[in-house]
């Protein structure tokens, strides 16, 4: 079964660096485009950041110049970090498998909370 595992996620101060990590089980990692999703309280989720099977990264405007995106197709796993991060940020980062940018998630993971203090 195919299954997604976010980690990393916490209490930060606004200016401070994150890294969350999203682990991969059931389906060949390598071989498929992956994301972030962040999703502010309240608010619907949105993605953050792509990255394709050769490593190619895309990112929300929102987000470019702080976060980025990268993957280790050896340990099958999927890097979010965030740069001076902002009280913004705050909510829930859900990791996901894309068969494109434009496409729907096929998978979703459960999510890592990240909470902001300014």
């Known amino acids: 079964q195919a299954r997604l595992v976010e980690s990393g996620g916490g209490l930060v101060q606004a200016g401070d660096s994150l890294s969350l990590s999203c682990v991969a089980s059931g389906f060949t990692f390598r071989q498929w485009n992956m994301g972030w999703y962040h999703q502010a309280p309240g608010k619907e989720r949105d993605a953050v950041a792509w990255?394709?099977?050769?490593?190619?990264?895309e990112y929300a405007d929102s987000v470019k110049g702080r976060f980025k995106i990268s993957r280790n197709n050896s340990n099958n796993t999927l890097f979010l970090h965030i740069d001076n991060i902002k009280p913004e940020d705050t909510g829930t980062y859900f990791c996901?498998?894309?068969?494109?940018?434009?496409?729907?998630?096929?998978?979703w993971g459960q999510g890592t909370q990240v909470t902001v203090s300014s």
């Open positions: 990255i394709n099977a050769n490593g190619n990264a």
């Open positions: 996901v498998r894309i068969a494109h940018r434009q496409a729907p998630p096929t998978i």
